[in-house]
């Protein structure tokens, strides 16, 4: 630590240190275990299963993409990973072992993720692995998961259609998102016509292929039009001018990445004012991490459904924010995605400690029915298949890059991957 002339430390830095302490020991002793926090248990009877666990420290894996179109949605979520393992480590680790992480880059490459994953449980033997954004890559690594036995904590919304013993969904799947947030949109908005837009690959075009089932089938709208793009696109203008034509209700959005910011930028230079709703648009791919490289004068007047706004109030989310902004500074953000990473290895401490081991299998049976009742966005538990109960917001977009949280569910939502008559 830097020290002032006097060899004190300055007061920013003891500050930032307080809020992360306070937080960690916030959220630490709502997943306190049992056991206690100072019980040690022998290195022999936590780990049989030939982990990277010594008598003083675990090994976890981060794989998230730090570079290529991704970098602009997962570095939050890695920073969210290394904020919830240093509050951890600074409330005695788990099972009194700290956690040491390895962190490897997707790179926005599919078969990048596979290969790293595959290195993380092979040759570091780590004892779980937190990470994934994109549908595609969560599938690239499935099988390596399951091949090898790791635990995958997954951090962001996505299509559902899975359940896997392998990995704890701590996102939202389609039914808590896509068709709440639809139901929302019809409801309150009137709204009877949609135009589907989307990146090329398997999150967009699954959860439009929901969305586009309920909106017919449930809602008795219609759909006007659907398009997909390159990861990575930049060129809007074409499918643009199609909405102005087509004149939907509502602009249903499900674009990734750094494409977010020149299509709404394109849409802003086009005339389309999404503060005067005519069309409505509405999103489940951008959150504060993109409106970031967005700009909130260029999205301003847009919708959002998720379960998490960094503008979320309560004490929880106040502490969690604090903590954030006094390790990465003031003017970071907090998406969705980033505080169901933060998640992540909170659920998988109490899980280990539930357990009494770091070995997969036994953690993995003790995971369902795990709860954290100082989660930001409120209280969640680990349903039977995976995923987490949670609430459903809809979020507004202001000129200051926050959503103004508009709409939320009276109770949680049960998470179900498989909706009847969505697949």
């Known amino acids: 630590m830097q020290t002032d002339k006097?060899?004190?430390?300055?007061?920013?830095?003891?500050?930032?240190?307080?809020?992360?302490?306070?937080?960690?020991?916030?959220?630490?002793?709502?997943?306190?275990?049992?056991?206690?926090?100072?019980?040690?248990?022998?290195?022999?009877?936590?780990?049989?299963?030939?982990?990277?666990?010594?008598?003083?420290?675990?090994?976890?894996?981060?794989?998230?993409?730090?570079?290529?179109?991704?970098?602009?949605?997962?570095?939050?979520?890695?920073?969210?990973?290394?904020?919830?393992?240093?509050?951890?480590?600074?409330?005695?680790?788990?099972?009194?072992?700290?956690?040491?992480?390895?962190?490897?880059?997707?790179?926005?490459?599919?078969?990048?993720?596979?290969?790293?994953?595959?290195?993380?449980?092979?040759?570091?033997?780590?004892?779980?692995?937190?990470?994934?954004w994109t549908s595609a890559s969560r599938k690239a690594v499935l099988p390596v998961f399951e091949q090898y036995n790791g635990m995958l904590y997954y951090p962001t919304f996505y299509e559902g259609l899975e359940q896997s013993p392998n990995v704890i969904y701590t996102g939202q799947e389609a039914t808590q998102q896509i068709i709440a947030g639809l139901d929302w949109v019809s409801k309150e908005k009137g709204a009877k016509s949609f135009y589907l837009l989307g990146s090329d690959y398997i999150w967009p075009r699954t959860s439009n292929k929901i969305a586009r089932k309920h909106i017919e089938d449930h809602l008795g709208s219609k759909v006007v039009g659907e398009d997909y793009f390159p990861l990575g696109a930049t060129g809007f203008n074409s499918v643009i001018n199609k909405i102005k034509l087509k004149k939907p209700d509502v602009i249903y959005a499900i674009i990734v990445g750094g494409s977010n910011v020149a299509f709404y930028k394109q849409l802003k230079a086009a005339g389309i004012d999404m503060t005067k709703e005519k069309p409505l648009l509405l999103t489940i791919s951008v959150t504060e991490d993109e409106i970031r490289g967005i700009g909130g004068e260029n999205i301003v007047g847009a919708y959002a459904a998720m379960k998490y706004f960094e503008s979320l109030k309560n004490e929880n989310n106040e502490k969690f924010v604090a903590a954030f902004k006094a390790k990465y500074g003031e003017d970071s953000v907090i998406g969705d995605v980033t505080q169901a990473a933060y998640e992540g290895p909170w659920l998988w401490k109490a899980a280990v400690e539930k357990a009494g081991s770091f070995d997969i299998d036994k953690v993995r049976e003790a995971s369902p029915g795990i709860e954290l009742t100082t989660a930001p966005e409120g209280y969640v538990k680990i349903h039977e298949n995976h995923h987490l109960w949670s609430k459903t917001r809809i979020g507004h977009a202001q000129t200051d890059g926050q959503y103004e949280v508009v709409y939320e569910t009276k109770d949680l939502v049960e998470p179900n991957p498989f909706p009847e008559g969505y697949q």
Not at 42 to 69: F, M, Q, Y
Not at 89 to 95: A, I, P, R, S, T
């Open 6 to 132: 006097k060899g004190a430390a300055p007061r920013s830095m003891l500050r930032r240190k307080l809020m992360i302490g306070a937080a960690a020991l916030a959220l630490g002793l709502a997943a306190a275990p049992k056991l206690g926090l100072a019980q040690t248990p022998p290195t022999s009877e936590v780990n049989t299963t030939d982990l990277a666990v010594t008598d003083d420290t675990v090994k976890v894996g981060i794989l998230h993409s730090v570079t290529g179109t991704m970098a602009i949605s997962e570095t939050g979520s890695v920073e969210a990973e290394k904020l919830a393992i240093d509050q951890i480590n600074e409330m005695g680790g788990v099972l009194g072992r700290k956690i040491e992480f390895i962190q490897e880059d997707g790179a926005s490459d599919w078969p990048t993720f596979a290969e790293k994953a595959k290195k993380l449980l092979v040759e570091d033997k780590v004892a779980a692995v937190f990470g994934c």
